[in-house]
Each structure stands twice: as C-alpha cells, then as structure tokens.
C-alpha cells in the first residue's frame, strides 16, 4: 500500500506480516564447492531449482545518502533537455513520486521541489542528524524541510536556493543508469530508512537490524549515543561516532568513538552456518601495514568531480564495531581461495578482493559492496555521476560473470542525506529520548516497556532496485520494507534463523514480490549500459 503524510497526523503502528522463508540454497562451504559452475554438484543443482532457492548470491551494493523523490520524483518521466536522454519503455509502471498539480508545484514547503540539471551534479551535504530528521517530517505535515535539514550557501553550489537546495531532485538525465535498471529489472517505491539518522545507524540495520548495544569508548554522546543506561553504560547511535580505536587502526583518532558490546549481527548467522560471506569497502586495503607498534593506516585518495577524498571512511563499515567481526589491522586475505571463510581478514575485505574473488571463482554468496568515498553518493564529497561510474562498472561485470544465472543484487541507500522525500513511513518503533522529535519534543510515539529507545522509525523514503534474472521485469513494489529487509532476506535464503535481541529483522518486509521465482516466466536479461552515460 502507499502511504501519504496525511494519514500521519498522529503515530501510526503498523505490524508487518513475517513472510514465509524461501528455502535453503546450499553454500558453498557446506557442498565443499568452489561454488564454480563447472561442478557437477552445481550442475546438477542447477537442474532441480525446485528442491531450494534458485539464488546462491546475494550482492548488496550499499550506497551513501539519498531520498527516494532525490532520484526518482519524476519517474519515469524525464525532462530531457539537457544529459543522456530516457525515454521509459510502454508499460512502465508510475510510482508515488511528484507532479503537477500536485506536491510538484504545490507544496507545503518553504522552497517547491526543483530540478538539478545534468550540470548540477555537485551539490552541498544536506542535515541528516537524528533529531532534525524528525523535526523535517512535522508530525506527518512534511513541511519543514529547508528550516530543519537544509543547507546551502557559498561555497558550496546550491543553485542559489540557500537551504532550499534540500528539495532537489535529479531525473533520468542524470540518475540515467538507476532510471534504465529500474525499467528493466524491479524497484520498490515504499522503502525506508529502518530508523532515522546518518550513516552508521543505516549500516548497523542493514547488518544487524539493531542500533542498541553500543558503548562509548571515546568522545561526547551528545548526537551520536543516546539512552545511555547509567548501570551498564550501554545506548543506542544515533550519529555517526566512529568504531573504536582497538577495533579499527584507520579510525579517527579525534573522533567520538564506539563499540557494539551487546547482540550480534548477520556474521554471526552466516559463520555459525558456514555460509560464505564478506564485507567489500573501497580503501580499506591499508597504505602502510600495521607493525608491532604502529597501526595500519588508510590513506588512499581519489579525485572525482567533488574533488579530493580520502578513499576509506570508517563509520561507513559496520562489522568493524562488532569484536567478533573486526578486522582491527585491515589485514588481506591469507589467499584468494579463503575469501569469504574466516581467516586474518575475518570477512573485511577491500573492493580489489571481491573482484579477485570474482574473477578467481571464489565470489562468497552473501556480498556487501562500499564504493570508494569518491563514488558513493554522498553529497559534499561524491555526486551521482561518479557514483553511476562505480554501479554500472560493478554491475557489468557481475551480469558478465559465471555467477549471474544464480545471483540477486540489490542496491540501497544508508540514509537520505535530508533530502525532501513527501511520503512518511509507518511508525514501527517508538522512542521517548530527548533527541526524538517526530510528534514533538521528546515524542516519537510512546515507547513500550522494555523498547531499547532511541530507535525511532521507520525513517525516510529511499530507494531501492532489486537487479537479477529472477527480478520482475519493469516492477515497481509497493508494499513496505526497509534496510533490514535485506538482512531478513539473507536469513530467509540461507534459513539461518533470526538474530533476536530486538532486532528489525523479527518485523521487516519481505523482498519477495521483487522477485519472479516463476519457471515458466522468462528470466530478466542482461542489461549491460556505459558508465559515463547509463545508457545501454
């Protein structure tokens, strides 16, 4: 269903159906297989889809800092005046986005939602704090986005509209390969952040579906830690602290710092199943080695449209706030065959290491991909042009490779950067700390007796693109799901249970209706497109 801002005056609970599990695909460690499809066991599976799941690899490329109207308001119409051209094929379904006579050119806001050109790729970093996320959705008006999260002003471009530059939006102009798998292949037009805040909340609910647990281990709390038990000293992140020091030699050394000390996430499930798996970050590959007496350090750079970034941002990798998942010296794998198995790189990798994987036959079913800062999206420091670059480069040699017939990609987003989004989710998890604003101060709903606080959500609207030969083809999903929807997915393929504690993967949404697990459809075809223009 969609669901608008009005029907947000007050808090709406809503509980999401468990969706039934998919079967069990075999890992590769449980066959003792390369997972190469010149096994005869895999051959042989290939043959009797039947007996599980057809998908035996699961991508998630995991980009930075989009809202889901910031790329798609207009699909699938594009104004074409200026970049690549995009024409949407006939049957190409409309999606809850903007348009005229409506939200387009009637908003409530102070600043009516513009377009950015092909041309205005390079924009400033929007507000995308906890607190003022919630003051932007005005208790479902939506209406305060440029007092509450905007930002703009020299010297950064705003296309002169000061803070309103957060109600920007790109088409298919610009956003034109995101545009061209979204027709081909399956979007979803009702996904959400599962909470709201920056990026590492994002992460640690894509992996563990759970942002309570942490303990500072340096800095201030203010703005990143929240609902701090005074006895164990353990609350909820909220910001963006970095992981601690003992967990990760590239951490910022100024930075507030903290630790995941309670729970676990999708490692734990996916190691005690001897499913393969691994986490893939641009620069993490350190550029001087760890001794015995000095740590690694990360300080590979690239120049892309925004200018200079250094390639490896800390907060941005979630498994290294967990001790049972940290590869504290971003030590390389012991060889190419171990990649994906638990070994000195404990399943943290650079981005070099997924290609040997790929290109070796040794790519682990689950994947997680973080591009280089350069590519990933965020605004201030990347854009969506060098961010297509990396998807379709990416994409294209997955779709090349031996894999593809038996593999999903799913693309999403860490949270919206506060750019405008006109749809609120529903409110699955109440919060009552000082920090949450949705209903008012101290208000996002009331809390149950028991609730970690400080978890408020679901929170914005982003996208998300399913990419497979077992996707629906042309699809747009509109039922509810959000970042832990991946991790229930996993979980569901590889049966490997829940992580409990309070995790969102007990009440996320299902994937499935991205999917078309039909025999007697067509499978989706490649869709191989040119990186500078997107275009096929």
Known sequence: MRLTSALYAAALVVAIAMPVGIGAA????????????????????????????????????????????H?????????????????????????????????LDQNPNSTQPFRLTHAQAVTCDQDHGYANEQ????????????????????????????????????????????????????????????????????????VAGQTWGAMLTQGSASGNVTAIDPTTQIGTIIGDPRPSAALDDCTIATASQATMVAGHNIGHLLNAHQVTWGWFQGGFRPTKAATATTPAVCASQHTGLSGVSTDYIPHHEPFQYYAETANPHHLTPTSAAHIGHTDRANHQYDLEDFLTALDTGHLPAVSYLKAAAYQDGHAGYSNPLDEQVFLVETINRLMQSEEWEH???????????????????????????????????????????????????????????????????????????????VLRFIEDNWELGRLGGQSSDATAGSLMRLFDFNEDHARAPRLILNSATGQP
């Not at 460690?29 to 599976?45: F, L, V």
């Not at 094929?89 to 005229?100: E, H, Q, S, W, Y």
């Not at 005005?138 to 509450?148: H, I, L, V, Y």
């Not at 950067?417 to 009552?432: A, C, F, I, K, T």
Request: glycine share 12%; proline share 7%; with cysteine.
């Open 26 to 69: 075999r890992s590769e460690s449980e066959s003792g297989k390369s997972g190469r499809r010149d096994d005869p066991e895999r051959r042989k599976d290939s043959e009797n889809e039947d007996e599980g799941s057809p998908i035996r690899h699961l991508v998630v490329i995991f980009q930075e800092n989009v809202s889901f109207d």
């Open 71 to 103: 790329y798609f308001a207009t699909y699938p119409k594009a104004a074409n005046t200026d970049g690549p051209m995009f024409t949407a094929r006939a049957g190409t379904p409309i999606v809850n986005g903007l348009f005229k006579g409506g939200l």
């Open 135 to 206: 003051k932007a959705y005005s208790a479902g008006a939506m209406n305060k986005f440029p007092e509450t999260v905007g930002t703009g002003g020299p010297p950064c471009f705003d296309a002169g509209k000061g803070k309103g530059l957060v109600m920007g939006y790109y088409d298919g102009n610009t956003v034109t390969a995101l545009w061209n798998y979204a027709q081909h292949f399956a979007m979803s037009d009702n996904s959400f952040s599962t909470g709201f805040g920056p990026s590492t909340p994002g992460a640690l609910n894509l």
């Open 407 to 485: 593999m999903a990609i799913v693309v999403l987003y860490d949270d919206s950067d506060g750019w405008y989004d006109h749809v609120m989710g529903p409110v699955l998890r109440q919060s009552n700390t000082p920090d949450d604003n949705l209903f008012g101060p101290g208000n996002c709903g009331t809390a149950a007796a028991g609730a970690h606080e400080g978890r408020c959500g679901l929170g914005p609207r982003q996208p998300l693109l399913l990419i497979s030969p077992w996707a629906r083809q042309n699809f747009a999903d509109h039922d509810v799901t959000d970042q832990s929807s």
